[in-house]
Nanobody, 113 residues
């Protein structure tokens, strides 16, 4: 079964940057929609950004202009470059394709004021 592993999270000050990576154990990103999600403490998991199955990128309003999604199909990896981070970006970040497969463990992003 294909597994997803998120990495790259950490603690950063407001205004800083992080680059998250989502690595799949198989070639699942090609031809599938793929999304980044995040879940803050006590809140539901929210969609952040993603690729359509055709390769177009989409961003949530709260991250548009600050986050950039990209991918490297040769490495079965998708990235989320996060710039101008805000405390409200603090959450566990997850990736997944559509249709959903079992979630990875996520990666914690903490943005201090």
């Amino acid at each position: 079964q294909v597994q997803l592993v998120e990495s790259g999270g950490g603690l950063v000050q407001a205004g800083g940057s992080l680059r998250l990576a989502c690595t799949a154990s198989g070639d699942i990103f090609r031809g599938n929609a793929m999304n980044w999600y995040r879940q803050a403490p006590g809140k539901l998991r929210d969609w952040v950004a993603g690729f359509t199955s055709g390769g177009s990128t989409m961003y949530g309003d709260s991250v548009k202009g600050r986050f950039t999604i990209s991918r490297d199909n040769t490495k079965n990896r998708v990235y989320l470059q996060m710039n101008s981070l805000k405390p409200e970006d603090t959450a566990v970040y997850y990736c997944n394709i559509l249709p959903l497969i079992p979630w990875g463990q996520g990666t914690q992003v903490t943005v201090s004021p």
